[in-house]
């Protein structure tokens, strides 16, 4: 398991990830988004397309990815979650602080919008 | 008595677990109904208004007792006696958590081979959080997992065993968790007994007993809790609300980690609120102040802050993400307080330095951060005379300090509660209230290590009852949303049981005022009143005596009554730290047995108890030379009371025993409670 990352010119990195996002690959995903962040990629979308489960440990990573981001000074925006995700992020509360952007351009949009705000 | 029941009781269990209940429900019935019948004639016919400060006090205190009936009765009435357990699942993944902070190594030592030699196959971690080289070898040596606390941590709080726990479920990853003090030693079965509960997919927890082998027969510390591990807690099941003990226990990775990123949003939502809400205030007062100033960069800063917390708000109000609106404010006010200079920040630093609580030690930021939590700083905050550049500085600053993480806490996720030194309970009412469910499995898997001496027993009964009060004061069970009736009842039930202290006291204390200042509570006839209240007592002795069959519940009682002065204690330290945030004060409870306490030391723990036998014994002397030498006419009342004394006697006298106790010397250092 690794996350693909692709950066723009917006310097905005989108984030990418194949498979379970769950108690077995939670640390590892929590690390590498630590190591991305550390290495200037502050602002981040988090492309949920490809992730075909996530339990509350994948959750975990996310918010652990999105303080690591914001200490950095920049952001962590998670796009196109299915359904099951959005169920749990529904049962967590947590879709309270992160909202499931529908496509990777609203993700960006959000970025764009309040820095042009 | 005993062959006698056994004759005659039919041999099938199932038919005995049913027809035992049966007869409890019966027993219950009775019970409430004579007490609903008492108290009521006691209410309307019996307060003797001459007398009234002790007249209505013991009424009240009767009323506590028969609610505290009630809840008992509820409590037995769904008692679940579960049996055999079903077959574990296969395949699953365990970790076993062993906690540890200072125990003696070869205390651990015997617990870690255990739990590394549970036959289930499993991963065994030693949680150390007195980060110690002797353990670290220890758990190299047989071959175990050893944990200490992440970089993380460093100086934040470290909420004792919660903290231990959250520390480690971020660096394991097994689908369950058996957690185990350091001292309990398990049985190679121990997963297989409990993981079977896990097929239901809504079982979070399955909670077995506390049982400990270095306790005498006579237990004359009370160490043992047979009534809890066995009717109550089987009760709690049958009302779905059986609740984690700290130790002995399975939990489910998936429900702590959703119950602690619930309360992740909820915490951080509560705070952007109040963050927003006092920097609407403090800049309130910075305008009233400008009005009469003529400068116009301060007020166009103050406008444009204003401007932002009112923007946040509106956005809070409509259902935006959290993560959007801390962003959104945390970079207006960045660019809103342009007018700063490091000057004020200074200034600001020192003002902080002096709020009550609040550190300005701490960098500033850890510092307001942690203000957030406390309603009673931040109203400190606002209604503090400061310039209005230092008004601009301090808002700008909170806004900082509001983000999606807490600058002042190691984990944003926290999935054990760490609102009360009873971290367990906590935890599983928030279980509960997010749906889960527990079971309560009475068989014993593990054997562990009571104190041994008079003053950690204290300690630790101390702790468990301030734990308990600072739930009821932060997260009352009647009003958490998500739980049913029955369970906030069950809750309810072990919080209102802590309370008995106060009212100890007045049914200590009626026999005093009768005997020596003849001030009568009841106003009755003799033998009315004994017609009244006897039925009830009986019936009440009946359903402890069927609740608590074979197992030696007297003991519990005694103590229950006997640590009036700490119960008392617990409930006023709980109210002063959750209220006014001063630490319970209570010192580290000792690891290895307190030889050095000779036998006035150990008295001198319970001499309000020894005071209060004092009293009563003269009492009683005094009531009955008045009636010897004929200067009290009606010897009824004073006989009743002096039988009344006798019993008080007779459960307070346990404390005294205890203290004198010297438990006999082992080869093993003994432990006490892992945590302070």
């Known amino acids: 398991m690794s996350l693909h990352s692709e950066s723009g010119d917006d310097g905005i990195t989108i984030v990418q990830m194949d498979g379970r996002l769950d108690l077995l690959t939670a640390a590892e995903v929590k690390q590498q988004l630590a190591d991305l962040i550390a290495g200037g990629h502050r602002r ?74 | 008595m005993s062959r006698f029941v056994q004759a005659v009781l039919p041999a099938d269990p199932d038919l005995r677990a049913e027809l035992r209940l049966g007869l409890l429900r019966v027993l219950v019935a009775a019970n409430l109904l004579l007490g609903f019948l008492y108290l009521s004639w006691r209410y309307t016919a019996t307060i003797n208004w001459a007398a009234w400060p002790i007249a209505l006090g013991l009424v009240i205190a009767e009323t506590y007792s028969y609610i ?267 660019v809103a307080a342009r007018p700063l200079v490091a000057e004020d920040l200074a200034r600001l630093r020192a003002e902080v330095a002096t709020i009550p609580g609040l550190d300005a030690d701490e960098d500033l930021t850890t510092c307001l951060s942690r203000s957030l939590d406390d309603d009673s700083i931040l109203h400190a905050l606002t209604v503090r005379e400061r310039s209005p550049l230092a008004a601009i500085a301090t808002v700008r600053e909170l806004l900082l300090a509001v983000d999606v993480d807490r600058a002042d806490e190691a984990q944003p996720v926290m999935p054990l509660a760490t609102i009360s030194v009873t971290e367990d309970m906590a935890t599983a009412m928030r279980l509960h209230a997010a749906g889960w469910r527990s079971v309560y499995h009475d068989e014993i898997l593990a054997r562990g290590l009571a104190p041994e001496d008079l003053r950690s027993a204290l300690q630790q009964r101390l702790r468990w009852a301030q734990g308990t009060i600072q739930v009821l004061l932060r997260e009352n069970p009647l009003f958490v949303p998500g739980l049913s009736l029955g369970q906030r009842l069950m809750y309810f039930a072990t919080m209102w049981s802590y309370l008995s202290g106060f009212f100890v006291v007045i049914y200590l204390s009626a026999p005093i005022f009768y005997l020596i200042f003849g001030m009568l509570p009841v106003r009755t006839q003799a033998e009315e009143f004994f017609w009244r209240l006897v039925p009830y007592l009986i019936t009440n002795e009946l359903v402890f005596a069927v609740a608590g069959w074979k197992r030696a519940t007297w003991r519990g009682r005694q103590y229950s009554l006997a640590l009036f002065p700490l119960w008392i204690q617990a409930v006023i330290s709980a109210i002063g730290n959750v209220y006014a945030g001063r630490p319970l004060g209570f010192v580290v409870t000792p690891k290895v047995r307190q030889g050095g306490l000779h036998i006035w030391g150990q008295l001198r723990l319970v001499r309000l108890q020894a005071i209060t036998m004092a009293a009563l014994t003269l009492s009683a002397i005094w009531g009955m030379a008045r009636l010897a030498l004929g200067l009290q006419i009606d010897g009824i009342p004073t006989l009743v009371n002096v039988f009344w004394i006798g019993y008080d006697l007779l459960m307070l006298s346990v404390v005294i025993d205890a203290a004198l106790y010297q438990p006999e010397e082992q080869e093993q250092p003994q432990t006490a409670a892992a945590y302070p």
Not at chain 1, 61 to 69: E, P, Q, R, Y
């Open chain 1, 44 to 117: 981040l979308i988090f492309d949920l397309d490809r992730v075909g489960f996530i339990d509350s440990s994948g959750l975990g990573a996310l918010i652990s990815g999105l303080k690591a981001a914001r200490q950095a000074g920049g952001d962590l925006r998670i796009a196109r979650a299915n359904q099951q995700v959005r169920a749990l992020l529904n049962l967590t509360m947590l879709e309270r602080v992160l909202r499931p952007y529908e496509t990777i351009e609203e993700a960006r949009a959000g970025y764009s919008q309040i820095a042009a705000d």
């Open chain 2, 68 to 334: 505290d009936a009630w809840l008992f009765g509820l409590t037995l009435w769904r008692l679940k006696q579960r049996g055999e357990p079903p077959p574990p699942l296969p395949n699953a993944t365990v970790d076993v958590f062993i906690t540890c902070y200072n125990e003696p190594v070869a205390i651990v030592r015997e617990t870690a081979i255990a739990a590394r030699d549970i036959r289930y196959p499993h991963r065994t971690y030693l949680l150390d959080d007195g980060n110690s080289p002797a353990m670290r070898a220890m758990a190299k040596e047989i071959g175990i997992g050893y944990l200490v606390r992440s970089e993380e941590w460093k100086g934040k709080q470290r909420h004792a065993k919660a903290g231990n726990l959250n520390n480690a479920l971020c660096q394991t990853n097994g689908e369950f968790i058996l957690v185990l003090d350091a001292d309990q030693i398990p049985s190679p079965d121990i997963l297989d007994r409990t993981l079977g509960y896990f097929a239901d997919e809504r079982v979070a927890l399955v909670q077995t007993p506390q049982w400990f082998y270095n306790v005498p027969p006579d237990d004359p510390l009370g160490s043992q809790a047979p009534l809890f591990y066995g009717p109550i807690m089987q009760g709690k099941d049958g009302w779905n609300a059986a609740f984690f003990c700290g130790s002995n226990a399975v939990l489910r990775r998936e429900a702590l980690m959703q119950i602690g990123i619930a309360n992740y949003v909820r915490d951080l939502e509560l705070r952007v609120v109040r963050a927003l809400r006092t920097a609407d205030a403090m800049l309130r007062i910075a305008v009233r102040q400008t009005q009469t100033v003529e400068n116009g960069a301060l007020r166009a800063a103050i406008d444009k802050l204003q401007a932002a917390v009112r923007a946040s708000q509106r956005m809070l109000r409509e259902g935006r993400p959290i993560q959007e609106v801390t962003w959104y404010f945390q970079q207006r006010a960045a």
